[in-house]
C-alpha cells in the first residue's frame, strides 16, 4: 500500500484480557517502530525492528508486551493481561532503514481497556 | 526536566499569520530533527527533516535549526484553516537506532 497500515483502528476490551495489534509498513521499508500515544506521556518510542530483529527490548513498559515481525513485513504488538494504564494509542512507523531516514507513521491503533 | 521541551500552546492565530513553532533540546547527541503535523484521531504526518544546523524551506514551511543553542524552530507563512492541528518536533541521534525523541506537541488554531 501506500503508506503504513494499522489494525485495529480502534479496540476496547476488559482488563486482563490479551490483544494484537498489526502493522503493515510501507513496502520495501526495512526498518519498523511502535511507539505510544497517551495523554500524560506524549509519544514514546517502545521498540524497533531492523529487518525482522528486534536488538533493544528495553523501551517495552513491561514483560507483557512483546513484538515480532515477519517476512520483513507485518509487525504485531502483543499485550498480555491488559491494564487499565494500558489504554493509548499505539503507533507504528516505518522507515527505508536505519540509516538517515525519515520515519512514517500509520493512523495507530486506539486501544481502551475497561 | 524532559529532553525535549515544546510549549503546548494552544496557539490562535488568524488565517493568512505568520506563525512560530519552537523546540528547545538538552541532549547534544541530536543531529537529525523533524516537524510532524498531526490531526484529530490520525497519525503524525511528516513535514520537514533536517539534519544538523541551517535552514530549510518547503513550500509555505521553513524548519530552522540552531545546534549551538540547542533550539529548533518551523514558520509556517500564509497561514490556513486546514493548517489547524498539532505540530510534534522529534529528534534522534546519529546511532544505530533512530529512535525518535517527541516534543509534547502545540495545538495550532487558525481562524477564518
Known amino acids: 500500500g501506500a503508506g503504513v497500515s494499522q489494525s485495529p483502528s480502534n479496540k476496547v476490551t476488559e482488563k486482563g484480557k490479551d490483544v494484537e495489534l498489526r502493522c503493515d509498513p510501507i513496502?520495501?521499508?526495512?526498518?519498523l517502530y511502535w511507539y505510544r500515544q497517551s495523554l500524560g506521556q506524549g509519544l514514546e518510542f517502545l521498540i524497533y525492528?531492523?529487518?525482522?530483529?528486534?536488538?533493544?527490548k528495553s523501551g517495552l513498559p513491561s514483560d507483557r508486551f512483546s513484538a515480532e515481525r515477519t517476512g520483513e513485513s507485518v509487525s504485531t504488538l502483543t499485550i498480555q493481561r491488559t491494564q487499565q494504564e494500558d489504554s493509548a494509542v499505539y503507533l507504528c512507523?516505518?522507515?527505508?532503514?536505519?540509516?538517515?531516514?525519515?520515519?512514517?507513521f500509520g493512523d495507530g491503533t486506539r486501544l481502551s481497556i475497561l | 526536566q524532559k529532553e525535549v521541551e515544546q510549549d503546548p500552546g494552544p496557539l490562535s492565530v488568524p488565517e493568512g499569520a505568520i506563525v512560530s513553532l519552537n523546540c528547545t533540546y538538552s541532549?547534544?547527541?541530536?543531529?537529525?530533527f523533524m516537524w510532524y503535523r498531526q490531526y484529530s484521531r490520525k497519525g503524525p504526518e511528516l513535514l520537514m527533516y533536517?539534519?544538523?544546523?541551517g535552514n530549510k524551506e518547503d513550500g509555505r514551511f521553513t524548519a530552522q535549526v540552531d545546534k549551538s543553542s540547542k533550539y529548533i524552530s518551523l514558520f509556517i507563512r500564509d497561514s490556513q484553516p486546514s493548517d489547524s492541528a498539532t505540530y510534534l518536533c522529534?529528534?534522534?541521534?546519529?546511532?544505530?537506532?533512530?529512535?525518535?525523541?517527541f516534543g509534547s506537541g502545540t495545538q495550532l488554531t487558525v481562524l477564518p
Open positions: 512507523a516505518s522507515s527505508f532503514n536505519l540509516a538517515d531516514q525519515p520515519q512514517h
Open positions: 513496502s520495501g521499508h526495512t526498518a
Open positions: 525492528f531492523q529487518g525482522n530483529s528486534a536488538p533493544d
Open positions: 541532549n547534544s547527541a541530536f543531529q537529525y
Open positions: 533536517t539534519y544538523s544546523s
Open positions: 522529534a529528534m534522534s541521534n546519529a546511532g544505530s537506532a533512530r529512535q525518535l525523541t
